[in-house]
């Protein structure tokens, strides 16, 4: 038979405690409360610090971040505002520009003025002279169209800057350029009774004579609005 041990003294009874598997004494737990509460601060300082500092320096990015974006969409909407106001201001002065004078009807960048009275084919030129244009020149099937529409509304004769008094049967312009494209009317020219001059007769054109009286078109360029 095993000897039994000793009891203990009274007053020295220890009771265990068991924690995954081991067993502690309450001498055992007393130290181990002393040695956590020495070590304890000093580690949690050391972890505590770099993660605080962490932590603070992502607060001040986010907030950076969201001063920036904040300061971006002021920029935007400022940048946006200047653009509509540079929109109004171009669209007011458009409003306030005048490529051709009063009267003076424009077309492909040419301001073109129909007279309301009848002169002679010479008179005519002149006539445009005096208002800084010529008589007209037609050098394209979009201005023969424009001025064949424009003049339907009166139906008259209209002189144009065409003849040949120069040389007959050799067309010059008043810009003294030899005639390349034209719109004569089916059996024109026939220069009956020395017809030396142009007319513009819907739908096309017609020689007369230059001492007939008819209305008359001069042309000049328009003029560009500055700062447009």
């Known amino acids: 038979m095993e000897e039994m041990g000793e009891p203990n003294e009274p007053g020295s009874h220890e009771e265990k405690v ?13 130290l181990l409360r002393t040695y956590h509460s020495r070590n304890l601060p000093g580690c949690l300082s050391r972890i505590s610090l770099p993660l605080l500092l962490l932590l603070v320096s992502l607060g001040l990015f986010f907030v950076l ?3 920036m974006q904040v300061q971006s969409t002021s920029s935007q909407k400022q940048l946006e505002d200047i653009q509509q106001k540079l929109t109004w201001m171009n669209a007011s002065l ?35 002279q005096d208002q ?29 800057g065409l003849s040949d008094l120069h040389s007959e049967g050799t067309w010059h312009w ?44 001069c042309e000049k ?3 560009p609005c500055t700062g447009l």
Do not use: M
């Not at 490529?99 to 445009?128: D, G, H, M």
């Not at 424009?146 to 004769?157: P, V």
């Open 174 to 217: 008043v810009d003294n350029t030899v005639l390349k494209l034209s719109f004569w009317v089916e059996g024109e020219p026939n220069n009956l009774g020395e017809e030396d001059c142009v007319e513009l007769y819907n739908p096309g054109w017609n020689d007369n004579q230059c001492t007939a009286e008819n209305l008359w078109v």
């Open 18 to 30: 068991t924690f995954w598997g081991q067993s502690f004494t309450d001498k055992d737990l007393r």
């Open 221 to 223: 360029p328009s003029a």
């Open 132 to 160: 800084g244009g010529q008589l007209v020149i037609i050098n394209s099937v979009e201005e023969q169209k424009f001025l064949t529409t424009w003049n339907a509304r009166r139906d008259k004769r209209i002189w144009i």
């Open 94 to 128: 458009a409003s306030l520009c005048h490529p051709c004078s009063w009267n003076w009807e424009l077309f492909q960048k040419k301001c073109y003025f129909i007279s309301s009275r009848k002169t002679t084919w010479q008179a005519s030129v002149s006539a445009c």
């Open 65 to 67: 971040l969201v001063t």
